[in-house]
């Protein structure tokens, strides 16, 4: 008998896999926030240099009193490439002659101009406080913004490579709780921090923890339902990242200030610290290690939650190894990284999807963490994206069962590279066309990762699935951490990012078309089982000699 067997007896899908969903997926909702929070707290206000004539009272009182507020402007601020103040220049001395109504472009461009070297007043009418006038991280110091977001997916990518390894030997719920209580001791401590560099810390840890509940999150959810209901179980915690967006639009409205954003997007993890302690450890994990003591202890618990009474009264240890001894058959073969990319049929396999792992991490961060760019009003923006996500992923679902694998990744991602490269050519006066095609490439975007997520359990023997599963995630933190810093390139030209990140996805949808399709195939639990697979679409008419076999008992 099978574990999953021995779960379908104690319940797979019952009011125990129904708190539980309830219990992680809300989490999962404030650390969605905790990903996208830049956008709010790391807003860029309008800004301008601090000039004495407008700024300082003394200066104000020698001025001539017939003149207002922006003839005072226009003589302590240049305009600048999209005809407003300068965000960066000011004018070294007052240029009076431009008050004559005749004055030219040639009459201040020549004039003597100097960086704002007694810093910058900001426009504070939609935020009172970001990190940006916080530090003052504009002009010569506004590399320094997408390099703190690339700071923190790399503590994304750091806890990603930790927790595997740690939730493997330590258990999935001891993990999870350490990592709430990481996410809210340093978020909490982010709020506070007395300096850029120290923020850039806090926030790197606090990404090292929230890797630690998403994955977490999603191993728990997996190994206490069934076949047949995991793939409810990996909506509602998708759905959850959904919801999460929407929420961080709610908070960040309702509180301006980045300081008490980031409080209040911190301390709820102190009570998802406190409840974690009740949720109930993998029964998968523990017999596997042999902690059958443990293991038998959470499956009759789980029992007595879904109201099975009767088979909690039979479960014994017997039962557990019995259970026990397929996994323990499959763990025996060999596994590694070097397995994965040296057999045959499954190098190609792992390069074409890690291509598409990094494209989702590379385009969905790069744009999504920079929503001013996008549209003026990021808060209706950010609801928009949570909220069309929602059905985009329920409707992808459903097509994915009649269209297959295959076709819905490379089309997700082509769909994508194409509404970003066609962005280029709209002008910036058609601001809502901009962000129609923008919300649509985020979202084709969200539709490639989960499509990815299934894609690659389905493509990879069980020896070896999280070995690429993990390969996969690093392509996608990696090219995480670069998107932020793609968006530099507009320096030199403001289409430039844009290209970019309609490039990557559209050659890697291309790319997915290499792959197999795996829709209808049982999942191979060998190398050999891949390789049967192979031989089995070679010759589609040798029905009579079946050469899939079932790894099933």
């Known amino acids: 008998m099978a574990f999953s067997e021995l779960l379908d007896q104690v319940g797979s899908l019952g009011r125990f896999q129904g708190l539980q969903t309830v219990a992680l997926v809300v989490p999962i909702m404030w650390i969605t926030t905790h990903s996208l929070v830049d956008n709010f707290s790391g807003a860029v206000p309008s800004h301008r240099c601090w000039a004495p004539l407008l700024d300082n009272s003394t200066a104000q009182a020698s001025a001539p009193a017939a003149l207002g507020p922006q003839a005072l402007l226009a003589v302590s601020i240049p305009l600048g490439p999209n005809h407003g103040p300068h965000q960066c220049r000011r004018f070294r001395h007052p240029q009076w002659q431009l008050l004559d109504p005749n004055a030219t472009a040639t009459n201040w461009s020549e004039a003597a101009m100097e960086p704002c070297v007694d810093g910058w007043v900001y426009d504070r009418s939609i935020f009172t406080s970001t990190i940006v006038d916080e530090w003052n991280l504009v002009c010569d110091s506004q590399a320094l913004k997408p390099m703190a977001q690339s700071i923190f997916l790399a503590g994304v990518l750091v806890g990603a490579s930790m927790f595997g390894r740690a939730s493997d030997r330590f258990g999935r719920r001891l993990v999870l709780t350490w990592s709430y209580f990481d996410v809210a001791v340093w978020g909490t401590a982010t709020a506070f921090a007395p300096t850029f560099p120290v923020y850039c810390l806090f926030r790197f840890l606090v990404a090292v923890g929230s890797a630690g509940v998403m994955m977490n999150t999603a191993v728990l959810l997996m190994e206490w339902t069934s076949e047949q209901a995991r793939t409810l179980a990996m909506t509602c915690n998708a759905l959850g990242y959904s919801f999460g967006m929407v929420l961080l639009a709610a908070v960040a409205y309702g509180l301006r200030d980045w300081t008490l954003l980031q409080l209040a997007l911190s301390v709820p993890f102190f009570l998802f610290f406190v409840y974690s302690w009740w949720l109930a450890e993998s029964a998968r994990w523990l017999l596997i290690t042999g902690r059958l003591e443990k293991g038998l202890r959470e499956l009759r618990r789980v029992a007595a939650i879904n109201g099975k009474r009767a088979v909690r009264d039979t479960l014994t240890k017997e039962v557990l190894l019995s259970a026990l001894q397929e996994e323990l058959r499959v763990s025996q073969a060999p596994t590694g990284l070097a397995t994965l990319l040296r057999t045959p049929g499954l190098g190609l396999r792992t390069c074409a999807s890690t291509l598409c792992w990094f494209a989702f991490g590379f385009t969905f961060y790069g744009l999504a963490l920079d929503l001013q760019a996008l549209d003026s009003n990021i808060f209706l923006f950010q609801v928009l994206l949570g909220v069309l996500d929602m059905p985009a992923k329920i409707g992808f679902l459903m097509l994915l069962r009649c269209l297959g694998r295959r076709p819905m990744q490379a089309a997700s991602l082509v769909l994508a590279g194409l509404c970003i490269l066609a962005n280029m050519l709209v002008p910036h006066e058609m601001r809502y066309l ?120």
């Open 434 to 553: 901009h962000s129609a095609l923008a919300l649509v490439g985020l979202e084709c975007i969200g539709v490639a990762f989960i499509c990815i997520t299934i894609y690659t359990g389905e493509l990879f023997p069980t020896v070896l699935r999280m070995t690429a599963v993990g390969l996969g995630q690093v392509g996608a933190r990696g090219g995480a951490i670069l998107g932020p810093l793609v968006r530099l390139l507009g320096v030199h030209h403001p289409t430039l990012p844009l290209l970019v990140y309609g490039a990557v996805p559209l050659l890697s949808g291309l790319t997915a078309l290499l792959l197999p399709e795996t829709q209808g195939l049982p999942l191979p639990d060998t190398i050999q089982d891949v390789q049967n697979q192979a031989v089995k679409k070679a010759t589609p008419h040798a029905r009579e000699h079946p050469v899939l076999k079932s790894t099933r008992f």
